[in-house]
């Protein structure tokens, strides 16, 4: 979700095949670097291999560029990745959240499992549970929150959305992303 | 390093997944869609509507539909979203280096064999069906493209879920020698049918009005069933300190270090020595 000159990143933590949990503390919200957080929700093994797999090809980038990444540049590069594989997909839906630009403007992408990107100016959801967040962040959300407030916002969305999933719970960790850095809280949620 | 091309890789994995154990695949975003183009006395007008489906779900309530292939040809897109992106962008840089390698500024009949080719390829796999509609020097052109790679030539165009309410206007309203004013009200009266009709129709009117050496995009033309007319007033206020929080990181952005007095320090080194 985007506020004024900061954005946030939430998600749960729970790592389950189907109705079996198998870990509590599977984080799946990754920082690409100063200015740019990554999500994922899907098949865990897509996750975990595309984690490496921009891991690698940031580090080549930052080599190469002798820069860091712009948040739009990642994102136009996350779809390229997904739709290199249109049949035949990664079974993954990723949220890009970051601050672009010298003006500290939020910038928010969701794209579906090919690489169709959405850019949005006020919030993107995923995962199981993305019907019920919608709903719920569509009420909440309102324009140019402070960080503080906009962390509020984002975890009752996050824990409303996921008292009303089975497959969601077990631990949550949002994090707001500033100018002056991020801030990563762990909320408690039903263990259920 | 990747070669061009798809990678079908994971394809045996996914077959497997979605068979034996039954895997929920994620949703791709379609584009349910009304897009349309006429051809008017100078020129040729595109519309599309906004919306992105996912299922039932409206994924993008404000995308765009309507993408350039080069400054004077553009194209509307309807089906898989990355489908459309995709292709018009892999046109747009054929055709690109193709002016740049002839010197000739790009005809539309070229942009229209190379998707049609493209699309040919994959035998509808790649599921975009596209409005395309350019002026070049030998004056305007309106194409519709099928996603097996048929196209047709006409002077009003209608795809899309909501083709059907758009033609139906289309129709009604279309005669060989309308104006520009005539053309982009006829179309805009279109799009709005698809909008109102058609459920996978949605969100604001674009308009595109192309013209020799001239184009004018009208983003966000029609907002009226945009705006929320009940949305409560006053915003819902979460008070600082209602979540309860477990625990708590700060990373801070580490400052860059500024080297001061660095040749100073080298000198006084070396004159030790």
């Known amino acids: ?192 | 390093m990747q070669k061009g091309g798809f990678n079908f890789d994971l394809y045996q994995r996914n077959v497997e997944l979605i068979e034996k154990n039954n895997y929920k695949v994620p949703k791709t975003t379609k584009t349910g869609t009304t897009i349309v183009g006429v051809v008017f006395s100078d020129g040729v007008v595109l519309g599309a509507d906004t919306r992105a489906t996912s299922g039932p779900i409206v994924a993008d309530p404000n995308c765009e539909k309507i993408h350039k292939i080069s400054d004077y040809i553009w194209c509307a897109g309807a089906g898989t979203a990355a489908d459309t992106e995709n292709t018009t962008g892999m046109i747009s840089l054929q055709l690109e280096l193709l002016s740049l390698s002839t010197g000739r500024s790009p005809r539309v009949r070229t942009a229209l064999t190379l998707l049609k080719n493209f699309l040919f390829r994959y035998h509808g796999y790649i599921s975009a069906a596209l409005v395309l509609g350019g002026v070049d020097f030998t004056g305007p052109h309106l194409h519709m493209i099928h996603p097996h790679g048929s196209t047709s030539t006409l002077p009003y165009i209608s795809m899309g879920s909501g083709s059907l309410a758009a033609m139906a206007v289309l129709e009604t309203g279309y005669n060989s020698k309308m104006g520009e004013e005539d053309a982009k009200s006829l179309v805009h009266q279109a799009i709005l049918s698809g909008i109102l009709n058609d459920l996978g129709s949605g969100g604001n009117v674009d308009l595109c009005v192309i013209k020799h050496k001239s184009m004018e995009f009208f983003r966000n033309v029609d907002t009226t069933n945009s705006k929320r007319k009940f949305r409560k007033k006053l915003p819902y206020m979460f008070k600082s300190g209602s979540t309860k929080i477990l625990e708590k990181e700060i990373e801070e952005k580490m400052r860059k270090m500024e080297i001061v007095n660095e040749k100073e320090s080298q000198i006084e080194e070396l004159e030790e020595l």
């Open chain 1, 1 to 192: 979700m985007a506020g004024k000159n900061c954005v946030a990143i939430a998600g749960d933590t729970r790592f389950g095949v189907r109705n079996q949990t198998v870990a509590l503390d599977s984080n799946r919200i990754f920082k690409i670097n100063n200015r740019t957080l990554f999500g994922m929700t899907g098949l865990n093994t897509d996750i975990l291999t595309l984690r490496e797999s921009f891991k690698f090809q940031m580090n080549l980038y930052n080599l190469e560029e002798e820069r860091e990444i712009s948040p739009k540049t990642f994102a136009h590069n996350v779809a390229q990745t997904l739709y290199s594989k249109r049949f035949g997909p990664y079974f993954i839906t990723p949220i890009i959240a970051g601050l672009e630009g010298e003006d500290y403007t939020p910038f928010l992408c969701a794209t579906d499992l090919i690489g169709a990107m959405e850019f949005p100016k006020s919030f993107v959801v995923a995962g199981t549970g993305e019907e019920s967040l919608m709903g719920v962040c569509e009420t909440f959300y309102k324009e140019n929150m402070e960080p503080d407030e906009l962390f509020e916002v984002v975890s009752q969305c996050l824990l409303a959305a996921v008292d009303r999933d089975a497959l969601s719970g077990w631990g949550s960790v949002v994090h707001v992303l500033t100018k002056d850095g991020i801030t990563t809280k762990r909320l408690r949620t039903r263990k259920d």
